[in-house]
């Protein structure tokens, strides 16, 4: 029997290891389809296209899907995962599908309250796992009465199961709220919970105990054990725990209908203090765990709307947990939490339970749940572009997440202030970077690309390349501007800049040598090596390279507005960002157009000023330049063009070995086919980072979605394999 471990880790001075435990969530899903205000289960089908191993299973009759995260020793990083999850997951149903947010079904509420059980329909569980490093430690003071490493492990969960029996009515009381209509009684009882066959102290006395408990509840009609609200998790694929509990998993806890993702992030908090508590107190007697179940079963069944007979009791439950955070954890957001949890346990109203029960009574169950679920659709359907969970990550890597969810990457955030990435799938690792950056390219090919001489000496035999100049010094960029330069439009820019950064200056007209001077110098303040290259007229388009190939085409436009014959140009700018779509840098498709000085000067050199009204349908240049951090906008365009410039682009890549990247041409018209000697087609930059935005969120044109093509050419192995799984099943 485990009696010190708490004394021992203060002892041993462990109380920071504590903080590793890690949690997990594990979501059931029902799916309902509202149709002529009838409300049914969707196709079977429609379910298991939602299905990947990693974080989805099917569940109860094929009907149901569980989610799952991974394990997280930070709650708000679990629960980032779930958010953006339930995102992924609704992005894929259909307009008249929804996540049912209650514990029942629709074609459930009416009946007897035990007609099914909560298991059936949407439920959440947590699942919990003590540090390693921890029981390590632990093992060394308090292990010599056990066979094994593997033993002491099981005796610490097993010990933290019957501590937890004790506890079932605190964690009841805060996270129900699934209220069902009790029939013998005729009112409303707290909670949808009834699973508590074979439940007592004396479940997890050993682990022997346990697994006979289960293969005997395996042999009945219905195994409620199964559904137990405390569970015991060995590793996949070993039901006789040869390789001893893994995990502990807390179930039957109710979702929680008014949060989207049918848990709160104060919840997830409670449960690991309780379960941390449970493991450092001594452990609970037989008489004590008795008591608790039957307290445990009458709150189960309290009406709702009438204040528990257990407040006393749920207030000394908190107390306790306020008393371990301060001896063990010293956490101070967990204090608050339970502080205010303590107020909530005197103030019945302020109850989940409570305030769904009002709901029920004011507008019935059934219409309450359609509402709720129409609603949590519109906050995952949100904008379309942006991930709950990671709004605050560039929309390029929120984008990537979005990719590596659907098709059931693992993923782990290796440096958060530098977004690298790590996937996994199976055995196969990869690293991206900036959600851009894949390791398809070689170091050398990012040096050839960060050198854009090398790179003009490289192609010039495979494509035109415009004359271009690097150099540090202004007496070599005035002398190079005179012979070169002076009776051409020109760019000038920073050699090394962020794509955000406005140190390019573009002229389409030739310009005088002060002017010059002026950009270079202000080029010259972002980076000491600045890049000279003679302008180019004609449209430009950027071409997406996965695995060696041409996925995508796009063309790359100015950012402008489009006249309505009634409304100036400062107001057609206004009514353009007044779109979800548009906002700020890496968080939104588009940037919010600015009327700048440079964008003024653009409308004059068109005979127009922010008051003039343009005729219905006459587009307007805001800008010459067309990247997205000016206001450009993009249009897809791989259907159009001639594959002549898709060989052209394949073949310019294969010469130096670019699996992955961008290539930005100037192209006379993508109509015509590409002709050599006419030099119709010239290479203005190569890139091994590409911005998949830009493809995936086009102004005009249907989405490439080449972030999921990126996921699919990463782990190509790995996905047709879990394919024949799937086919084989």
């Known amino acids: 029997m485990l009696t010190n471990i708490g004394e021992t880790i203060i002892d041993l001075k462990l109380q920071q290891q504590l903080n590793y435990a890690s949690l997990s969530i594990k979501k059931n899903i029902q799916f309902v389809q509202f149709t002529e205000a009838k409300a049914a289960l969707p196709e079977i089908a429609k379910i298991k296209a939602l299905v990947h191993e990693n974080y989805s299973h099917l569940g109860h009759q094929d009907t149901q899907l569980l989610l799952e995260t991974d394990f997280f020793t930070d709650e708000a990083k679990t629960m980032a995962q779930l958010k953006a999850l339930d995102d992924v997951i609704d992005r894929q149903l259909a307009q008249d599908v929804y996540q049912w947010p209650l514990s029942y079904l629709p074609q459930d509420f009416g009946q007897s309250a035990n007609h099914n059980t909560p298991f059936e329909a949407s439920q959440t569980a947590v699942r919990f796992a003590l540090p390693e490093i921890l029981l390590r430690s632990l093992y060394g003071r308090l292990g010599s009465e056990y066979d094994s490493y593997r033993a002491f492990k099981d005796a610490c969960y097993l010990h933290i199961a019957k501590n937890m029996v004790a506890e079932l009515a605190t964690l009841t009381y805060f996270f129900a709220a699934t209220p069902i209509f009790d ?15 074979y439940l007592d102290g004396a479940l997890f006395n050993s682990l022997t105990n346990y697994r006979q408990a289960i293969r005997q509840a395996a042999k009945l009609a219905q195994p409620k054990l199964l559904n137990s609200p405390i569970f015991l998790r060995p590793a996949a694929g070993d039901p006789e725990f040869k390789q001893g509990i893994q995990f502990i998993e807390l179930r039957g806890l109710d979702l929680q209908p ?14 690991k203090i309780a379960l941390l508590n449970a493991f450092v107190s001594p452990e609970a007697t037989t008489v004590h765990i008795q008591t608790k179940l039957k307290h445990w079963r009458a709150l189960v069944g309290e009406d709702p709307l009438v204040a528990s007979a257990y407040q006393d009791d749920l207030v000394n439950a908190i107390s306790s947990l306020s008393y371990f955070n301060d001896k063990y954890l010293k956490n101070h957001g967990y204090q608050n939490l339970l502080t205010r949890l303590i107020a909530t346990a005197r103030q019945n109203n302020q109850l989940q339970a409570y305030q769904v029960a009002q709901s029920y009574s004011n507008i019935g169950a059934l219409a309450f749940g359609k509402t709720v679920a129409q609603k949590n659709k519109r906050i995952t359907r949100n904008n379309g572009f942006s991930l709950r969970g990671y709004s605050e990550k560039t929309l390029s890597v929120q984008h990537l997440l979005s990719s590596v969810l659907k098709f059931g990457v693992h993923y782990h955030f290796l440096n958060d202030m530098t977004d690298m990435l790590a ?3 199976g055995h196969h690792l990869e690293y991206v970077a900036q959600g851009q950056k894949t390791s398809q390219n070689s170091a050398t090919l990012a040096a050839l690309l960060a050198d854009p001489i090398a790179l003009s000496q490289t192609l010039a035999s495979v494509v035109a390349i415009p004359k271009r100049i690097v150099t540090d010094s202004w007496t070599q960029a005035q002398q190079q501007f005179k012979r070169r330069f002076a009776n051409n439009g020109v760019i000038i820019q920073p050699l090394h800049q962020a794509d955000n950064q406005f140190g390019e200056h573009f002229f389409a007209e030739p310009i005088s040598e002060q002017r010059f001077k002026q950009a270079y110098l202000e080029a010259e303040d972002v980076d000491a090596h600045v890049m000279v290259t003679a302008y180019v007229p004609g449209s430009i388009y950027d071409f997406y390279i996965c695995d060696g190939q041409v996925q995508a085409v796009i063309e790359k436009v100015p950012g402008n507005v489009i006249g309505d ?11 353009k960002n007044d779109h979800a779509d548009r906002g700020r840098w890496e968080q939104t498709p588009f940037v919010t157009l600015q009327a700048t000085a440079e964008v003024k000067a653009m409308l004059t050199r068109q005979n127009m000023t922010l008051d003039t009204i343009p005729e219905r349908g006459v587009q307007v240049l805001l800008s010459q330049q067309t990247g997205r951090h000016y206001g450009g906008e993009t249009m897809i365009v791989t259907a159009e063009i001639d594959t002549s410039y898709l060989k052209l682009v394949e073949k310019v890549a294969a010469h130096i070995q670019l699996r992955h990247g961008t290539m930005k041409l100037v192209i006379d018209n993508i109509y015509a086919p590409y002709q050599a000697r006419s030099q119709n087609a010239i290479l203005l930059a190569a890139s091994s980072t590409p911005n998949l935005i830009a493809f995936d969120y086009p102004a005009r044109g249907k989405a490439a979605q080449l972030s999921d093509q990126l996921i699919q050419t990463l782990f190509k192995s790995e996905l047709l394999l879990e394919k024949s799984h799937d086919n084989t099943r």
């Open 423 to 425: 996937l996994r799938l």
């Open 565 to 575: 014959g009634i409304s100036t140009i400062a107001e057609l700018i206004m009514q």
């Open 258 to 271: 008014n949060v989207v993702d049918g848990i709160f992030e104060y919840q997830l908090q409670l449960v």
């Open 183 to 197: 029939q013998a009684n005729s009112r409303l009882k707290r909670s949808a919970f009834q699973a508590e066959l």
